[in-house]
């Protein structure tokens, strides 16, 4: 069974500075998997996937993330923080049974001015 | 295009009492989810339909029921509510299941006292 964990429930930076959000996951197969962000008060959208192909992905408002299969890792960053970046942020896994999506438990950005 | 909409935005019911939250998609998607999102823990997925007239159990499906008459709706039933099932409620759709993207709906934020 597929599993996700996010590490570190919240994490703090400063604007400019580097965004570093951590997800590891668990899978028997090759995964997909796939970044969401939510903002306050809104439903969630989708920031990248990786399904096949390059292992570095490029998504949207500057983020990329990195397919790494030897570490089972799957970390979002983003070279400058925007305060526009605050929100809490989602890293799942497709389960091959039927294209559900297993949630990590969230780390929620903030940005310090 | 409307997107994923739900129905209704707040609600607060009594231990006991009953209601239904409707989804409305208009993408013409085959596949329809229910999640809910509580604090540290994620979104888990209540239930799913994989086309119209098919329903499936999730992770968390005690105390719900759904169903799928019409491609564009899924409704979710909580025929006795408990304060246990006080969270945000999210609907969710996508195509092809597995590596698509998934379109979430707002959110229903419902307390049960």
């Known amino acids: 069974a597929q599993s996700v964990t996010q590490l570190g429930s919240h994490v703090s930076v400063s604007e400019g500075a580097l965004v570093l959000l951590r997800c590891n996951y668990s899978?028997?197969?090759?995964?997909?998997l796939f970044w969401y962000v939510q903002y306050p008060n809104q439903g969630l959208q989708l920031l990248l996937k990786?399904?096949?192909?390059?292992?570095l992905v490029k998504g949207i408002n500057g983020f990329e993330a990195e397919f790494k299969k030897s570490e089972t890792s799957f970390h979002l960053t983003k070279p400058s923080a925007h305060m526009s970046d605050a929100a809490e942020y989602f890293c799942?896994?497709?389960?091959?049974?039927?294209?559900?999506?297993?949630f990590g438990q969230g780390t929620e950005l903030s940005v310090k001015p | 295009n409307a997107g994923v909409t739900q129905t209704p935005k707040f609600r607060v019911l009594k231990t006991g009492q009953s209601m239904t939250l409707l989804c409305a998609q208009d993408?013409?998607?085959?596949?329809m989810y229910w999640y809910r999102q509580d604090p540290g823990m994620g979104l888990r997925l209540i239930h799913y339909?994989?086309?119209?007239?098919?329903?499936a159990k999730g992770e968390v499906p005690d105390g719900y029921n759904v169903s799928r008459l019409k491609k564009q709706n899924f409704l979710l039933g909580l025929e006795s509510a408990a304060p246990s099932q006080t969270s945000v409620y999210f609907c969710?759709?996508?195509?092809?299941?597995?590596?698509?993207?998934?379109?979430f709906g707002p959110g229903t934020r419902l307390t049960v006292l």
């Open positions: 990786y399904t096949t192909g390059a292992t």
């Open positions: 993408m013409n998607h085959e596949y």
């Open positions: 799942a896994v497709s389960d091959m049974r039927g294209g559900k999506l297993i």
């Open positions: 969710a759709s996508n195509h092809l299941g597995l590596a698509d993207t998934q379109y």
């Open positions: 899978s028997s197969v090759p995964p997909y």
């Open positions: 339909s994989v086309g119209e007239g098919t329903t």
